[in-house]
T-cell receptor, first 111, second 119 residues
C-alpha cells in the first residue's frame, strides 16, 4: 500500500519552517526520505529504521513514530535550495528489496 | 564510476509498438527496481529484483516485463505500448541490506530517467 503524504504542497518564505508527514496503514520497518528537483532524479536524504533515533542533517531532520506508523520530515529555516518535491519511501520488512513511495509533497521556497 | 545509466532519454511510441528501456549500474548493487512517475501519483514501483535471475512484481506490473540475467543490467520491456504508459521511468539500484559492509539499508540510487510518450 502506498503511504500517504501531507500536505500535497506547501509554499514558504525563506527562513520559515515546514513539516511534511508520511503515514502508513501497515507496520513499518524503515522510512526513507528523498528530494527531487524539477527535471531531475530523486536524491536520498535520510533513512529512519525501526527502533532507531531521529535523524538529521543540518537543518533537515526527521522522526519515526512506530506506534503511529508515521514519519515526519522537518525543514528548519528553509533556504531557496530546499525547493523541490519530497517523497517518503516505506519498507515493511516483509518483502526484501521493495520500497514503496508516497505521492510526494511539492515544496516551494520564495525569497 | 557512471552509477545508474538509462537509455534512451526520450522515446515516442505508437500504440501497440514494443520497446525495451535499458538500465545498467556499475556499483555492484544486488537490488534493482523500476518506477514510473506520473503527476500526483508519486513514484510507483513496477518490478524489482534482488539479484541476478530473481525478479518480482511491484505495485503496477501490468503491461511490463523484466528479466535480470546479470547483476549490472535490468531492462524493462513494454510488449504492446498503450497511451496509459506515457510516463517518466526511473531505474534505481541499492545495496543488499544484509551486506553489512555496504551503505544504508535499501538506499535507492536513481538513474536520470526515460521520458516515454505513447501516441
Amino acid at each position: 500500500q502506498q503511504p500517504v503524504q501531507s500536505p500535497q504542497a506547501v509554499i514558504l518564505r525563506e527562513g520559515e519552517d515546514a513539516v511534511i508527514n508520511c503515514s502508513s496503514s501497515k507496520a513499518l520497518y524503515s522510512v526513507h526520505w528523498y528530494r527531487q528537483k524539477h527535471g531531475e532524479a530523486p536524491v536520498f536524504l535520510m533513512i529512519l529504521l525501526k527502533g532507531g533515533e531521529q535523524k538529521g542533517h543540518e537543518k533537515i531532520s526527521a522522526s519515526f513514530n512506530e506506534k503511529k506508523q508515521q514519519s515526519s520530515l522537518y525543514l528548519t529555516a528553509s533556504q531557496l535550495s530546499y525547493s523541490g518535491t519530497y517523497f517518503c519511501g516505506t519498507d515493511y520488512g516483509d518483502e526484501g528489496g521493495k520500497l514503496i513511495f508516497g505521492q510526494g509533497t511539492e515544496l516551494s521556497v520564495k525569497p | 564510476n557512471a552509477g545508474v545509466t538509462q537509455t534512451p532519454k526520450f522515446q515516442v511510441l505508437k500504440t501497440g509498438q514494443s520497446m525495451t528501456l535499458q538500465c545498467a549500474q556499475d556499483m555492484n548493487h544486488e537490488y534493482m527496481s523500476w518506477y514510473r512517475q506520473d503527476p500526483g501519483m508519486g513514484l510507483r514501483l513496477i518490478h524489482y529484483s534482488v539479484g541476478a535471475g530473481i525478479t518480482d512484481q511491484g505495485e503496477v506490473p501490468n503491461g511490463y516485463n523484466v528479466s535480470r540475467s546479470t547483476t549490472e543490467d535490468f531492462p524493462l520491456r513494454l510488449l504492446s505500448a498503450a497511451p496509459s504508459q506515457t510516463s517518466v521511468y526511473f531505474c534505481a539500484s541499492s545495496y543488499d541490506p544484509y551486506s553489512t559492509s555496504q551503505g544504508p539499508y535499501l538506499t535507492q540510487y536513481f538513474g536520470p530517467g526515460t521520458r516515454l510518450l505513447v501516441l
